[in-house]
């Protein structure tokens, strides 16, 4: 897997995936042990999600030969 930064032309479908999956594996390693965080990460099918418990949320669709992401971020004081 490519490391590429989020300015760099690298990004391709195969890239996100990749990460997506490495994250996913993570991320059910660490909830074994923490169950209350295992809201976190959740795949939908095609649709990989990400929510920090403090209003930033993340979503990437994969289709067969693309990728479409959306991020959303609701402050709290």
Not at 8 to 28: F, K, M, P, V
Not at 29 to 39: K, L
């Amino acid at each position: 897997m490519n490391k590429n930064q989020i300015m760099d032309s690298g990004w391709n479908r195969q890239t996100i995936w990749q990460g997506c999956i490495l994250a996913s594996i993570a991320h059910a390693i660490f909830v074994a042990n923490n169950p209350d965080f295992a809201y976190e990460h959740s795949w939908d099918g095609d649709h990989y999600s990400t929510n920090d418990g403090q209003g930033c949320r993340g979503t990437v669709t994969f289709g067969l030969d693309f990728f479409c992401g959306g991020l959303s971020e609701r402050r709290i004081f």
